[in-house]
């Protein structure tokens, strides 16, 4: 008989003093909540009729010095009317007084889309972003709570929409798209190519999201590409299986879990979680419907997210006009392992646990893996857990 692991799925006792902390705290792994905030909503969302800026993008940053959730945007086809409270906007929410609010400070009058072309150094705040087709990549001081120009992109870079992400083990950002890599140290500000030639789409609208767990930054995709890539700490890019979807701007939204490192990818209306180190993506059914049901764009169009590390949670915007929501989600969280070859093995404190499949149907036996439900008696109280099955 086949052997399987699962892992449990322990869950942290959580004491905040805001509004998010709370709410992270009382969030069950699995399940998602609409987060009521201050100030979010179609006022500050609607772009130049009828675009908003949360399009052609899933680019949000957590500031975990500051506490602040941060997204540039702009909608589609925005018409330039040089008024740039009605085009181009930089929101944050502040997790102190759970309010968002427009900074009214932009990097330059008119950003274009903003793909994945936002990072964030997570020891200091501060804020990166590359226009469209822009040759300079701009940094918000966390410090001086303004824009200025970080560098310039070397001549060899042309495509319009790639993708940049901070990678603090490569102390720098790394810049991503048309199968080339670049990284630029913070200190030197200088760019250099440390890959060429890898799996992904030559057009544009790729993707790349960093795994705090793991150390490592996966990305790929764009236009008609399922392809996928892992970049290490020190600077080895490898090709990893294609996912079962399209992925990039446009076709998903690839965001991270803070805690167990898994990559959380949504699109075509279906939930994957992607684990890096066995390189396995798993179908999590309709663990998503909440996102999809709030959002009204078509498939991912019009949903950012980002991790909130503080908290154990991911953070998704969704544009629904006058409905539009902040969600959160909480995913998988490790623990320690055991090992059992049917849920009846298992042992429980007070009684037989009971398991249930992600869609919430028992189970009697592990047919393949992916993540379950397990509840159980304790101390006369049902006490609900999940766990990973893995081969």
């Given at each position: 008989m086949k052997t399987i692991t699962a892992i449990l799925l322990v869950l942290p006792v959580l004491c905040g003093a805001t509004v998010l902390s709370d709410a992270a705290a009382a969030l069950q792994p699995g399940k998602w909540n609409q987060l009521n905030t201050i100030g979010f909503g179609f006022d500050l969302l609607r772009d130049v009729d009828p675009a908003h800026i949360l399009q052609y993008t899933d680019d949000a940053r957590w500031d975990p010095v500051s506490k602040r959730y941060l997204f540039l945007g702009q909608g589609h086809q925005s018409n330039w009317d040089g008024d740039p409270s009605t085009t181009c906007r930089f929101i944050l929410y502040r997790d102190s007084d759970n309010t968002w609010v427009n900074t009214g400070k932009i990097p330059q009058e008119n950003i274009g889309h903003a793909y994945d072309h936002s990072a964030l150094d997570p020891s200091t705040g501060d804020f990166y972003h590359r226009p469209y087709s822009s040759s300079t990549v701009y940094v918000f001081s966390a410090s001086t709570q303004n824009w200025s120009t970080f560098n310039q992109l070397p001549g060899t870079v042309s495509n319009c929409c790639m993708a940049m992400e901070y990678f603090p083990e490569m102390k720098g950002l790394i810049l991503i798209g048309a199968g080339e890599v670049y990284h630029c140290p913070k200190a030197t500000r200088q760019w250099t190519r440390i890959a060429q030639g890898v799996p992904m789409s030559d057009v544009y609208q790729s993707f790349a999201e960093y795994d705090p767990v793991h150390k490592v930054i996966v990305f790929g995709g764009g236009n008609g590409s399922s392809a996928v890539n892992k970049l290490d700490s020190a600077g080895k890019v490898t090709n990893m299986k294609n996912a079962p979807i399209g992925l990039g701007i446009m076709q998903t939204v690839f965001t991270a879990d803070p805690v167990s490192g898994r990559?959380?990818?949504?699109?075509?209306?279906?939930?994957?979680?992607?684990?890096?180190?066995?390189?396995?993506?798993?179908?999590?059914?309709?663990?998503?419907?909440?996102?999809?049901?709030?959002?009204?764009?078509?498939?991912?169009?019009?949903?950012?997210?980002?991790?909130?590390?503080?908290?154990?949670?991911?953070?998704?915007?969704?544009?629904?006009?006058?409905?539009?929501?902040?969600?959160?989600?909480?995913?998988?969280?490790?623990?320690?392992?055991?090992?059992?070859?049917?849920?009846?093995?298992?042992?429980?404190?007070?009684?037989?646990?009971?398991?249930?499949?992600?869609?919430?149907?028992?189970?009697?036996?592990?047919?393949?893996?992916?993540?379950?439900?397990?509840?159980?008696?304790?101390?006369?109280?049902?006490?609900?857990?999940?766990?990973?099955?893995?081969?």
């Open positions: 990559f959380l990818v949504f699109g075509n209306n279906v939930f994957y979680d992607y684990d890096v180190v066995t390189d396995t993506w798993t179908n999590m059914g309709n663990a998503a419907a909440p996102l999809f049901m709030y959002n009204s764009d078509d498939g991912c169009v019009g949903i950012v997210a980002s991790p909130v590390s503080t908290y154990g949670i991911t953070m998704f915007l969704t544009w629904n006009s006058y409905n539009s929501k902040v969600l959160i989600y909480k995913h998988a969280i490790l623990g320690s392992a055991v090992e059992y070859r049917s849920p009846a093995k298992v042992k429980g404190p007070d009684s037989k646990p009971l398991f249930y499949d992600i869609r919430g149907k028992k189970v009697t036996a592990f047919h393949s893996p992916g993540i379950y439900l397990m509840k159980q008696k304790v101390g006369g109280k049902t006490v609900t857990k999940r766990i990973l099955v893995q081969k």
